[in-house]
């Protein structure tokens, strides 16, 4: 009966009265030397992987913005030229294994600027014919011709792609032996597959009639490669690899893969020459172009950043434990045994 | 009604307006109007009695609320953003997104205001609802109406132990004389009975009153606040105008006692009452680290702006150092640029709104959630649940949880909240032989112990005056006791606040005779009868039954109201319980566990009694006869017992000014003594011997300050001489004392002072209000001759008080003692041992009481806010050159004590005693520096008759000048304005209403949950919150700052690489419910031993835990994270072909990983549930990420973030960057708390490391730490040794007494001139 009347008593549990068992890790010099030699010891275990799998990546740079009177590209840096060609010659020392990545890359230019990523149309890109003809207003002003015809596809971004192709050759006795390059999958899988499709439209041409190619173009969405149908519209490999913003204003984007034939097994030493259809213009903003070739490790590509990085902190952290020993012994807590 | 012509109206407004700003009112009977309109109405212009506290309406909730809301800057910002983000040029997200925080923000917000309101609502409802009598015109009677339909004009009746509903001019009342016994204590906290008279000459008190005779109109002043003042007369239609003041008076909120009814006349209703005036509406506390936090927040403010200024101008100088347009620079639709200024420009607003969360967007909601828990851990607390009156602490106060970890000042109420408010008869010394009560004392822990009080009416029977008390007898007492206390529990949950008559707990009504003294009084009484002589023991307590202004009423009009309540508890008494016995099947049980619990008590008595031995057997091995029956049978028995004793001398009922008036009534009743009535100029008294005794009073010297005694002189109804008996403090008495008391007992007389003032010494030691009684014979000559005297200074105009003063100086000399009584105003449990360590734990406790100074004082010792060894100042002076010249002095000496350098080691404690008047004096403007200064030095302080304004005002004072935290507690309604003045306010949910709990923040029930609540909640409270708002400023900075740095990649241009509902998971989801857990729960010392070393609690007062440099190391700390998490990813994928997204992706994760790894290091006890938590927010991430990138194809464009996360983790350089990341952003805070914890560990972290101890380490580190920190200061050997001095032997004579001459030998040394001590008597 006295335990009916007391309703308002409150529950007599660990929880309610805050005494759940609890774990109460006092952070002292002690405790955490054995925590700091694990990570150190297995910091540098990494740093080192890291490292020298970095050092193992071949990596060839070419800048081919022809800003120097030398350069052979610098008849081609007049903004006036049109259709302007230059070739540039390289020679490896060693094998340059394979599979090689052929990757064209770009200073000082700047795909993350905020209105210049908004402008596309990603209905439209996903194929919705509705958004060809009355693209979505984030593509301004790159959503309407003067005609009041509209861009397909619009926006800053597709707009702007980058248009320079190269064709690489190995000088083998002084001829020119064609290098296969692989425009395959150089974009995402979910990027060709799922996000960006073509209108269901047979042929792909008919989906764009009553459009407009964007301004900078010199050929239309559905005919950037005339070799292979399977890469035109929207699902072209290089329009896809353009579209995924680079994070920041010195990139390179992935253009060829050297995998096939005898380059399989990568570029063998020797000369070889690259030619260039010089059309994309960064003069003007100071941006510089290259084209760089690297093979790649499971890391991905040449930085001997991390590596580094982690030898670093692996050292500091022994360092440490041993500052905390020498901390451990004046201070310690009188009853810590 | 009819329709008015809005003129009209104005008109009627105004005059409205001026008649209620009016100095003078006129106000007439609303008998003859009754029934008509409005605008015929006499009084139409002054306020209903219904009253409206709550601040909005149904219909404006929403208006109101928003306008109320928006008075909050930080709302005023959320929106302003959430507009900007809809201006086109500015705009960094969607714009419909932006909207999601500020409305949960508002709606959350709102929520919560709108259940405060309705609380207040229904409590308001409930009391306009309360019924009420008003005159009738038309049904010739009074009827029954509610509170709020009282008018001024109205005739309100208001029966016995009624509460009244308006002020209310006194017309008429049932006393032939036309008086009205009020108590005030909802008002002022005065328990004593005010009497109030009906308006004198305003012939209408016939027999039956006639409100519709009443033809006078009432002419009164402007309502205000002051409870002791109030002017108005009447006139007559003959023009003759009649006085009264304040003493015709009835004021709302207070209660008729001892007047079967009363009918006033309404001259202020509702809120222009005295009490509702008086009551300064709750003030809107906001804590202290709230205050600070929006400090902090303008700081982020600042922040803010100066990273938009820097990303503005950053973008201007990037677009001025582009030489032409390039590709990725997008013009507007016409194809042009805006210029760099004005890109610039704009950038400064999307900057604004990319970086928001850097001001803690979800922070104040965070708050609001951290305090609802940590709420509800207080509210939860078994500790602070009284089992008695089924109570948990209360929180009334929503957002001031943190400001009880930082308390430095606590203002107490006396009565009620350190003390039970109960006075009870403890001992008495009669001509130097002490009683000691010892079965009174048992029977006294015996109620101590299972609380049960009001049951004991019925069943713990007053025998009949003259039996002999034996031990048969008192072993029934408190078997029936424990039989009943669980069924009177049922009875007071059922019974109402109303139940509550004033003195009439068991606990001071009733007294066991000391059995030596029974035996004593009842030799002296058959020696008396056969010689007549008086024996000083009868004369003791005649003088004890007399010597008073007590009021005799029958109980059975006492309890005419609450008849009701009575009712419910004699059904839910014994018969219901012994049913519910029967029925219920674990009832066999129970009483087995019943018997279980005897032993215990068996044990706290006999510490009491050790003579006592065995007499608390169960009552199933007692033999007696009354206990034959065992178990059943005495609950059987119970309720014909209590019905029995309805004889005339139990069903009177005291009323007395003082409670201590009535315990000593009642300890005479108990001997037989009974006062049976008092009238204006005779007293009756029952003799133990059945004799009723008619003495006639012929003068009442009444009490005064000065003199400190009271004395009545009668004529002795069969010697017929004239005596004298004089009752006072023992100070005012000793030195009065006359030639031996010759009679019989020559030459031991001055034994007896001797042995008396040794008794008085201990009493006072044990806490003890004693009281000395003492006789006079006086001469037939002698009293003619001072009677001329007494004559003349009463008919005297000037220097009236000070003549009839003198008069009875004179008549009170050579007084022979009779004796000494003591009274204990029995302290709350645990009083002494919560304010010792709330001392220990730094905080001041002051004392504000109504009582008067030696009460004060006494029971100051009595719970240890003033220690023997203290250095007492009295300051009591009359006017204020002397109170200037006094705090000037002490200022003075206390200084140079303290700067003295021989003082360095052995500071001794000083403790002020001030009183009401010098307080008003000490608090005006000038002096109010130098009192503060005073006061800031003395270690306790004690205001005695302080009036409930003052009290808040010291409040007031104490925290503008000092800028400390102040805690105000009090129980009664004449603390509501201190409780509400005070930072924090505590309500006592105890004996004197429910308004000092209705205004308070915290409602307790005890006084000594306090210590739980400060040391151990309010200690987790702060340093939970304190800790939680620096780690959620952390929080906010280092993941925004990502988005700075990024800036800096980008050209300025606002873009973030993180997508924007990924952003708002990560605030909302990801990283919210860690800082809340770790707001409501991490517990950083526990319990234990928080309250065994009360002086972990300083950490928190002052700047505390929540410093602007802590502030500032977790905003450096911040950035030193946000650094390392941008751009170790940055360095590690340069020259890379990663898209925004997917850079964005792992510094997402990162920051969570960081973010939450930060949190671990703060979190000091992991339970489960944080395990959880943090485990559960990781979980949470990657489930959500993972399916928001997987499910997401366009549905958030532009940014698209399809597939991201996947792809990142299958890439081993994910986790290796993240790895490294977060170990190098947390390697220096880790490294700083571990090496700080090693070389300086703070306090906290010491008990931290002490609690991981066992126990028996434990408790001895502690003590040794202690010690060696000086925290032990205050000295704990009293605790361990309850002070219980053995008066039988005299070992200790040589004690001084701690009251009395410890002030005046302080006050000599201090050269402290009080006028009342210096010179007390000679006039």
Known sequence: MVKEELANRPDNTAFTQQRLPAWQPMLSAGIVIPGFVIIGLAFIGIGVALFVTSQSIQLLELDYTGVEQTSPCFKCSDPNAKNCMCELTFSTDTLFKGPVFFYYGLSNYFQNYRSYGVSKDDDQLSGNLDNFKSPSDTCAPYEYDRNNKPFVPCGAVANSLFNDTFKLYQIVNGAKKVVPLDGKGISWWTDYNIKYRNPAVTPLKNAFNGTVKPLYWSKPAYELDPSDPANNGFINQDFLVWMRRAALPDFRKLYRRITDGDYAEGLPAGNYSLQIAYNYPVLSFEGRKKVVFSNVS????????????YLVIGSLCVVMSVVMLIVYAKFKFPEEE | MTWRSPLALVREALRGQRAREKDLRNLASNLPYEGLEKGKQPNRYFPGNAIKTTKYTLLLFIPMNLFEQFHRLANIYFVGLAILNFVPVVNAFQPEVALIPICVILCLTALKDAWEDFRRYQSDRKLNNTPCLIYSRKEKQFVERRWKDVRVGDFVRVVCNEIVPADLLLLHTSDPSGVCHIETSNLDGETNLKLRRTMSGLCISHPVFEPESFNSVVVCEKPNNNLNHFKCYAEKPDKEKVGAGIESL??????????????????????????????????????????????????????????????????????????????????????????????????????????QVLIPISLYVSIELVKIGQIFFITNDIDLYDEDTDSRVQCKALNITEDLGQIEYIFSDKTGTLTENKMVFRRCSIMGTEYPHKENAIRLAVLEEP??????????????????????????????????????????????????????????????????????????????????????????????????????????AQRQRTSESLHSRQTNNPLNTLSNLVKKPGSLH?????????????????????????????????????????????????????????????????????????ALVYAAKAYGFTLLARTHDSVTVRLPSGEDLVFEVLDTLTFDPIRKRMSILVRHPITKKFVLYTKGADYAIMELLGTPYAEHLSGSQKNIAADTQHHLDCYAKEGLRTLCFTKKIVSDKMYESWLVNRRRALAAIDNREELVMDTAVQLETNLSLLGATGIEDRLQESVPDTIVALREAGIQVWVLTGDKPETAVNIGYACRLLEDEDLVINMSCKNKLTCTSILDCTLEEVRRYSEDPRNVDTTQDISLVIDGRTLTMALSSDLQDRFVDLAKRCRSVLCCRVTPLQKSRVVKVVREKLKV???????????????????????????????????????????????????????????????MIIYFFYKNVAYVNLLFWYQFFCGFSGTAMIDYWLMIFFNLFFTSVPPIMFGIMDNDVSAEMLLGVPELYRMGQGAGAYKFSTFWVSMLDAFYQSLVCFFIPYLAYQDSDIDVFTFGTPLNTISLFTILLHLSIEIKAWTVIHWVIILGSVVLYFIVTLAYSGLCITCNPPSNPYWILQSQMADPMFYLICILTTVVALLPRYIFHVLRNSI??????????????????????????????????????????????????PVDIHLQSPISSDVMGDEFILNVITENYQRPLHT
């Open chain 2, 250 to 355: 009835l004021l709302r909120g207070c209660t008729v006692r001892n007047t079967d009814h009363a009918v006033g006349f309404v001259v202020y209703a509702g809120h222009e009452t005295k009490s509702m005036l008086n009551n300064n509406g709750p003030r809107y506390k906001r804590s202290k680290l709230e205050r600070k936090l929006n400090i902090n927040v303008f700081f982020c403010v600042i922040l803010l702006f100066t990273m938009c200024l820097i990303g503005a101008l950053g973008h201007f100088l990037w677009l001025q150092a582009l030489p032409v347009v390039p590709p990725f620079l997008v013009p507007d639709s016409n194809g042009h640029l805006d210029s760099p200024s004005l890109s610039g420009f704009y950038m400064f607003f999307t900057m604004i709104i990319l970086l």
């Open chain 2, 451 to 556: 609380e049960s009080e009001e049951d004991i009416i019925f069943d713990h029977v007053p025998q009949p005056p003259n039996t002999r008390w034996s031990l048969d007898t008192e072993d029934t007492n408190p078997e029936d006791t424990q039989h009943h206390h669980g069924s009177w529990r049922k009875s007071k949950v059922a019974g109402t606040a109303q139940s509550n008559v004033a003195f009439s707990s068991p606990l001071e009504t009733e007294v066991i005779p000391d059995r030596k003294l029974l035996q004593q009084i009842s030799r002296a009484e058959s020696s008396s009868s056969s010689s007549q002589k008086i024996d000083p023991y009868l004369d003791f307590f005649l003088a004890l039954a007399i010597c008073n202004t007590v009021v005799v009423s029958m109980a059975t």
């Open chain 2, 590 to 662: 129970r009483i087995f566990t019943f018997w279980q619990r005897k032993p215990k008590r068996n044990r706290t008595i006999s510490e009491d009694s050790v003579t006592e031995g065995d007499d608390f057997n169960p009552p199933v091995k007692t033999e007696e006869p009354g206990d034959i029956n065992g178990l059943q049978t005495c609950s059987l028995y119970a309720p014909s017992q209590c019905n029995m004793p309805a004889t005339t001398s139990d069903n009177l009922s005291y009323e007395a000014e003082s409670p201590d008036e009535a």
């Open chain 2, 1240 to 1289: 300086a560990p703070s306090p906290l972290a010491q008990a931290r490391h002490l609690d991981r101890l066992d126990p028996s380490t434990k408790s001895e580190l502690i003590k040794e730490w202690r010690s060696f920190r000086g925290g032990g200061q205050v000295k704990r050997s009293r605790l361990s040794t309850p002070p219980s001095p053995t008066l039988e032997t």
């Open chain 2, 965 to 1027: 935290m102040t805690l105000a507690v009090g129980d009664g309604a004449n603390d509501v304005n201190m409780i509400q003045a005070a930072d924090i306010g505590i309500g006592i949910s105890g004996q004197e209403g429910m308004q000092a709990v209705m205004a308070s923040d915290f409602a307790i029930s005890r006084f000594r949950h306090l210590k739980k609540l400060l040391l151990v909640h309010g200690h987790w409270c702060y340093t939970r919150l304190a800790n």
């Open chain 1, 298 to 309: 499971w890391m991905g590509g040449k930085n001997e950043f991390l590596g580094i990085a």
